[in-house]
């Protein structure tokens, strides 16, 4: 089966600096990258996601890149504030047969003001 | 907040006992997926109904089983509780149709088992 793995676990950055989680896919057949944030007690909320037509998507100051060839997917936060403080997860699945989430085991994002 | 709901928030039950989790999907979505978050395990994929069948399994325990009725609402069963089924337990709903990947996750139901 699936399996993600995510790096950092942790990562503390000053207000206004950039951040970068990586994670990295086994199944070949995997073709769809959400990302979710999750804030301390509450429900993982989808914030961006990327499918493998794409190399890279941007909301904001929020973009996801992703490298099939290499298997692996990128979360980028510019100019990072105080709220965005949560625990990030990358996930992959499949958007044919299979559509159930793999998750990464979660990075947690300290932004210190 | 997703549209999809569930309950109850919490649930303090002990060992050996039987609970039911329930989730409503938001409007419109076929497909509801359950999955488990406890600390040592992170976010696990237990199964997934789409229009009241069922479409997946992950790791769900034998303990375990669940059902999507008529009006698409889903209900996971958890039965024989242990002390290590203490977690979170999220569903989420999708459309599940062409184009349409996108999974919403309910605010979740915290089990503790003592």
């Known amino acids: 089966g699936e399996n993600v793995e995510q790096h950092p676990s942790t990562l503390s950055v000053q207000e206004g600096d950039s951040a970068v989680i990586k994670c990295t896919y086994s199944?070949?057949?995997?073709?769809?990258f959400p990302w979710y944030k999750q804030e301390l007690g509450k429900r993982p909320q989808l914030i961006i996601d990327?499918?493998?037509?794409?190399g890279e998507k941007k909301d904001q100051r929020i973009a996801v890149t992703l490298n099939k060839t290499a298997k692996h997917f990128s979360l980028h936060i510019t100019e990072t504030q105080p709220e965005d403080s949560a625990v990030y997860f990358c996930?992959?699945?499949?958007?044919?047969?299979?559509?159930?989430?793999?998750f990464g085991s979660g990075t947690r994002l300290q932004v210190q003001p | 907040d997703s549209g999809v709901t569930q309950t109850p928030k919490h649930l303090i039950t002990a060992t050996g006992q039987r609970v039911t989790l329930r989730c409503s999907p938001r409007?419109?979505?076929?497909?509801v997926y359950w999955y488990q978050q406890s600390l040592d395990q992170g976010l696990q994929f237990l199964i997934q109904?789409?229009?009241?069948?069922?479409?997946a399994k992950g790791n769900i325990l034998e303990r375990f089983s669940a059902q999507q009725f008529p009006d698409l609402h889903s209900e996971l069963n958890l039965s024989s509780l242990e002390l290590g089924d203490s977690a979170l337990y999220f569903c989420?709903?999708?459309?599940?149709?062409?184009?349409?990947?996108?999974?919403?996750f309910g605010p979740g139901t915290r089990l503790t088992v003592l």
């Open positions: 109904y789409y229009n009241g069948e069922e479409r």
């Open positions: 990327i499918r493998s037509n794409v």
């Open positions: 996930a992959a699945s499949r958007r044919t047969g299979r559509r159930a989430l793999t």
């Open positions: 409007s419109g979505d076929l497909s």
């Open positions: 989420a709903s999708s459309v599940d149709g062409t184009g349409r990947y996108e999974q919403f």
């Open positions: 199944d070949s057949a995997s073709n769809y």
